[in-house]
Each structure stands twice: as structure tokens, then as C-alpha cells.
């Protein structure tokens, strides 16, 4: 590879870290490590992880998955098609490798997707500047955002997927073949139902920054039109499809600007101060969330945010992720955790890498340290992300993948498997929060506290963030050693596999 770096490194092993391809496998073995090695560890959840697995299995066998895993999260106790509380085709797709994968299979092709959207951002940034020493930085950029870690600290989501497809949507699309930027937009579009609004604000920003370009502009709006007509369709027509009759969306929770998605458009649209208000304030109230929004943003800017001053289409481009993010009725999705950030990684890199070969094409040693800068600025953002959540589940080591307490078991997995096998494949079963994405491969699984019907009730009471309190557990000891009830199985520190005989209806309390 020749290399156009204005500061030449002489070392012959450093040369590897400017290699794309190593960079990608660099970071594929930091994201394994923190992915895998949390299910492993058995960090993974029901939700939501529980959840995909088991519709991964359902689809697997050619049908639909009525989610059991969800049953308690609102009103009523129905079963429900998943596809009715999320557009998302992902799972289908990936179904049968888990044959070969098992429990792992979401997490390989999320950690998969993320390397992939790198190797996108090099291709993207290639192509806008054909400046290799930029690509490459942009790479380390994008791969150490915190959006990234944050997500994949926390179990599978599908709009992980999909946004790390928006690297290779721009790179079609800036590099003019259109179709194969559509079948790109196509595969984001299906990823989850947000993410065609999010392609038709991607869409107009590519019409509003490119308007010289008659054909960049033309597409752009194309793009935004397909993006917006998509999302409506698909919120209207075909989750309501899925829904059990008198259901409704469960995330319309915008409820500052109205009960469903119309009226928060709408209101959105005629109130724009109190738009911008609600980017800033903790409108619900909540204790500890005065300061969460600005705290975001701040990151943001940190991260490369400060680009999108110097090229305004890009911030277009993340409006309905600020939206979403910021006006939403949980303050969990105000900050930088879980998979609530993970769209602005690549928009990010892309504005502070444009506006970087703008400014210094024609100034190698400035290139050199604004590109330098970009990423240590986001490297001590990552970190301090990543270190200032000690309150979240085991105390951080799910986020903290360079710390002793990510590799510690949180509780005896040898005991914990053991009493695993004992549960036939095809059993019914309830479970512990962490344990239900190990056992999601089944026809019936439900979390603890619900599907008291089981046939196999297996829970954990210490060292878990999601706590069963001490006389739930002494009660079911007392209950289940009635041998006309069920018959304890397994019970050893704290862990505790029961064979469940009476199998009533409903939920344990």
C-alpha cells in the first residue's frame, strides 16, 4: 500500500496499525471481547436479547414469533407477534445460523456489522477525498466512538445493523451507482421501523449539500421521499397488520407533542421553540436527569459534533435521532448508553472528516493534527463514558471490556450450567432475566416473574442486578417442596432449578 502520511513512521511494526484491514481485525477482536465474553458471563438479558433469540428460533422453523419473552412490558398479559412491537426482518434472515452459532449467533453478525461499517467509513472517506491517511484515521475514529461500545455493551439490537450499513449507503451513493445505494437503503429501511425516517433526513441533507450537483441533488430528494413515504407506511399499515386487535404502537411516548406519531410531527413542526427547549431540559422532571441532555451533547461535540456547525447537512441528517432521543417519555435514552446513540457514529465521522480535508487538503501538518486531535478528543470522551457508569448492571464490567471485573465470573457458571442441562430442549420454562437468552431456543420461555405454567422454573437471587427478593425465593422453596407441586432439582448458592408439576396459569406474584 503506498502511503501518503505527512508524518512517516519508521517503525516496521507500527506500519500494521495504518493497514485497513488489520485495523478491522484489530477492533473485530476488542468487540468480541466485549460482546461474546459478556453472554458468556451470562450479562446478556431477556430483554432484549431473550427476546431475538427466541424469535430467531421461531423463524428458524418457518413461523411467526408470538413473543412470550415480552409478556408483563404493557398492558394486559398477551402474547403478542413481534413484528407488531418492531418492524424488524433482521432475525429472519440470520435464523438459520443459529443452528451453527446457538445463543451467539446475533451478537457475531452485530459485531460483524460494526467491523463492516468501518471498512465502510475507509471506502466512504476514500472516495469524498481519495486521501488514504484520512480514511485510515477516520477508521480509528469510527471504530472508537462510544456510540459503538455502549451498544454493544448491551446485548443485540437491529438498528445496530442497520446503521452500519449508512457508511456503504454513502459511499454508493457519493461514488453514483444509485442502485446499488438503494438496495443498501432497502436493507436499513427493513433494520427497524425508525430507521426509514432516519434515511429520509439522511436524503434531504444529501439534496441540501450537494445543490450544485444536479444529480446528488436529485437522488437526495429521491431518497428523502422514498425514506418518509416508507416509514408512514410502515407504522400504519404494516405493524397495525401484525397487532392484536386494539393494539396500538407502543412507542408512541412523545407525549409533549401528542398521543401518536401524526400529532408529535405536527406539533414538532408548529412549536419549534419548545422543540429546542426539550433538547435541553429534563421535561419529565426526574430525579438525576436535570443535567443528562447536556451531558449528551457535550459528548457529542467532543466525538466530532463540532463539524456539524461548518456543514449543517449533517445535522439534518440526525434530526430524528435528537428527536427520538431527546423527547422521548424514558430518561434511560437521553445519554450515551445502550443502542440509543449508535446512528450518529457514522454521521459524525463523516462531517469531521469532510470538514477536515476541506480545510487542510493543501496543509499536510494541519491535516496531520486536526485528524490527531479528532480521535484522541474521542478516545477521552469513549473513556470517559465508559468509566462514569459504575450504578448500571454489575457495576460496569459489561461496558469495561479493559477491566479485570468483565472477565470475573458474577456467579458460579459451572453450577449455573450444570442445572442447565438438566432442562430438556423441548421443556417450558421461566427463567432468570440473564438466563432466558441461553434457554430461548425452545417453543415456550417465559422471564420470571411470568409463566408460572412452566415446566421448569430455574432463577439465581445473588449477584444479579436484576434481584429476586429473599422471601420470593425461601416461598418457592417452601411451595415447590410439596411433591404434589414440583420437586427442586438443583439448589446450590442461590441457584435454583425446580420441576414444576402443578403448572398454574399466569405469574408468580
Known amino acids: 500500500m503506498k502511503l501518503s502520511d505527512p508524518i512517516r513512521i519508521q517503525h516496521p511494526a507500527l506500519r500494521y496499525f495504518k493497514n485497513p484491514w488489520f485495523i478491522a481485525g484489530l477492533f473485530a477482536i476488542i468487540y468480541i471481547l466485549q460482546s461474546l465474553v459478556n453472554h458468556f458471563m451470562f450479562r446478556s438479558a431477556a430483554y432484549d436479547l431473550g427476546i431475538f433469540n427466541n424469535a430467531l428460533y421461531d423463524y428458524a422453523h418457518f413461523r411467526p414469533n408470538i413473543s412470550m419473552v415480552r409478556i408483563g412490558s404493557g ?28 445463543s451467539y449467533t446475533l451478537l457475531i453478525f452485530q459485531v460483524a456489522a460494526v467491523v463492516m461499517g468501518g471498512v465502510g467509513i475507509y471506502k466512504l472517506i476514500m472516495v469524498r477525498t481519495k486521501d488514504d491517511f484520512l480514511a485510515r484515521a477516520a477508521m480509528w475514529h469510527f471504530y472508537l466512538m462510544w456510540g459503538i461500545f455502549t451498544a454493544l455493551a448491551f446485548d443485540y439490537h437491529n438498528n445496530v445493523v442497520a446503521a452500519m450499513a449508512i457508511p456503504w449507503f454513502f459511499y454508493f451513493f457519493f461514488d453514483r451507482k444509485f442502485i446499488k445505494a438503494g438496495l443498501v437503503f432497502l ?13 429520509s433526513a439522511i436524503g434531504a441533507g444529501l439534496a441540501i449539500g450537494n445543490f450544485r450537483d444536479k444529480q446528488f441533488m436529485k437522488m437526495g430528494a429521491l431518497f428523502c421521499a422514498l425514506g418518509f413515504i416508507s416509514f408512514v407506511l410502515i407504522l400504519k399499515v404494516i405493524i397495525p397488520f401484525f397487532a392484536n386487535p386494539g393494539d396500538d404502537y407502543a412507542y408512541n411516548t412523545f407525549h409533549t407533542f401528542g398521543n401518536n406519531m401524526a400529532e408529535v410531527m405536527q406539533n414538532i413542526v408548529l412549536h419549534p421553540l419548545l422543540a429546542i427547549k426539550m433538547l435541553f431540559v429534563n421535561h419529565l422532571g426526574v430525579k438525576d436527569g436535570n443535567h443528562v441532555k447536556i451531558i449528551t451533547h457535550i459528548v457529542i461535540l467532543l466525538s466530532g459534533g463540532w463539524a456539524l456547525i461548518f456543514r449543517p447537512q449533517y445535522l439534518v441528517m440526525l434530526i430524528p435521532i435528537y428527536f427520538q432521543k431527546m423527547f422521548y417519555d424514558e430518561p434511560g435514552r437521553w445519554g450515551c ?35 490527531i486531535a479528532t480521535i484522541a478528543a474521542t478516545v477521552c470522551t469513549t473513556i470517559c463514558v465508559l468509566n462514569s457508569r459504575h450504578a448500571w448492571a454489575y457495576e460496569g464490567a459489561t461496558l469495561r471490556f479493559y477491566s479485570k471485573k468483565h472477565y ?14 438438566m432442562i430438556p430442549d423441548n421443556a417450558s420454562v421461566t427463567a432468570h432475566c440473564e438466563f432466558v437468552p441461553h434457554l430461548a431456543f425452545r417453543d415456550t420461555i417465559y422471564q420470571f416473574p411470568y409463566g408460572k405454567g412452566s415446566e421448569y422454573i430455574f432463577l439465581i ?34 441457584i435454583i432449578l425446580i420441576r414444576n408439576y402443578a403448572r398454574h396459569p399466569g405469574a408468580f406474584y
Do not use: C
Not at 436493507?187 to 434515511?199: H, Q, R, S, T
Not at 446513540?341 to 493534527?369: G, N
Open 461 to 494: 437471587q445473588k449477584n444479579t442486578p436484576y434481584k429476586i427478593k429473599a422471601p420470593v425465593m425461601d416461598s418457592l422453596r417452601k411451595e415447590y417442596s410439596n411433591p404434589q407441586k414440583g420437586k427442586i432439582l438443583f439448589d446450590k448458592d442461590s
Open 187 to 199: 436493507f436499513i429501511a427493513v433494520g427497524k421501523e425508525n430507521m426509514p425516517l432516519l434515511m
Open 75 to 102: 398492558p394486559g398479559l398477551f402474547p403478542k407477534n413481534l413484528l407488531s412491537d418492531h418492524f424488524e426482518l433482521y432475525p429472519i434472515f440470520f435464523s438459520p445460523f443459529y443452528y451453527i452459532f446457538g
Open 408 to 421: 470475573i465470573e458474577p456467579f458460579n457458571l459451572k453450577d449455573v450450567k450444570e442445572a442447565m442441562r
Open 337 to 371: 448508553y445502550y443502542q440509543y446513540s449508535i446512528e450518529f457514529a457514522p454521521i459524525l465521522v463523516l462531517a469531521s472528516f469532510t470538514v477536515i480535508y476541506y480545510y487542510f487538503k493543501d496543509k499536510p501538518k494541519w491535516k496531520t493534527i486536526a485528524s
